[in-house]
């Protein structure tokens, strides 16, 4: 018995062997979620502060709340320039176009309209819609919007994009005993907040479409 528990242990990572691994990982994840989409950033948040809810360390929500706000705000930070570089440059870039084919014209007008009424304030909402994020930013490239003026609006639009998507796991772990459920009920909803104006704006155009008919 002594043998197999010993055994077990060796097998079974340490909550700090976890922890030095995953918040690398998660500040990575999100960074590269930020410069492609290809990582859903949200959920992964999500899905790490389930986990941290059950870790018995201290301070394991504010590391997660730090990692991915960080991260995220170092990710914006690194497209923008990148897409000022494009800008400035005669032949353009490919993340510019890579910025411009994610933004579609009429949400890019809204987001131009919105950025002169508004200013910074848009940046912090833009990081709270799912898919609000890139033709806000194109809008503020467009705008010759400065890196140092666009970082001080995206700052608190990385901290209030981290918060809520942390409140998401913290309930999403509270609710179920197990780490792996929450996870999955926090990831199902991160999933349906994303896919919700996506589909809304297809109901929208469907019923336009039909009375026009």
Same mark, same amino acid.
């Given at each position: 018995?002594?043998?197999? %528990?010993?055994? %077990? #242990?060796t097998v079974v ?8 691994? @995953? ?25 790490? %502060? ?14 997660? $709340? #730090? ?29 510019? !176009? #890579?910025?411009?084919? +994610? ?9 131009? !309209?919105?950025?002169? !009424? ?8 833009? +990081?709270?819609?799912?898919?609000? +994020? ?17 970082? +001080? @609006? ?7 994009w981290a918060a ?7 309930? @999403?772990?509270?609710? $179920?005993p197990e780490p792996?459920? @929450? ?31």
């Amino acid at each position: 018995m002594i043998r197999l %528990a010993a055994a %077990a #242990a060796t097998v079974v990572p340490t909550e700090s062997t976890q922890q030095a691994i @995953g918040y690398p990982s998660l500040f990575l994840l999100v960074l590269i979620g930020a410069l492609v989409p290809v990582v859903p950033t949200g959920a992964l948040v999500s899905s790490a %502060a389930v986990v941290a809810v059950h870790q018995t360390a201290p301070f394991s929500l504010a590391l997660v $709340f #730090a990692t991915a706000s960080l991260a995220a705000f170092c990710g914006d930070a690194a497209l923008y320039w990148l897409g000022r570089r494009g800008l400035g440059s005669r032949n353009g870039s490919r993340w510019l !176009e #890579a910025i411009r084919s +994610r933004a579609p014209r009429d949400r890019l007008e809204q987001a131009q !309209e919105k950025l002169s !009424e508004h200013g910074v304030a848009v940046l912090v909402l833009s +990081r709270l819609v799912p898919a609000g +994020r890139v033709p806000v930013m194109l809008a503020c490239l467009l705008a010759k919007w400065p890196l140092r003026r666009f970082s +001080r @609006g995206n700052l608190p639009a990385c901290l209030a994009w981290a918060a809520t998507y942390q409140v998401i796991g913290i309930l @999403g772990g509270s609710l $179920f005993p197990e780490p792996w459920e @929450g996870v999955v009920a926090a990831v199902a909803l991160t999933v349906l907040i994303g896919a919700a104006p996506g589909v809304w704006r297809r109901v929208r155009r469907s019923a336009a479409v039909h009375r026009s008919g």
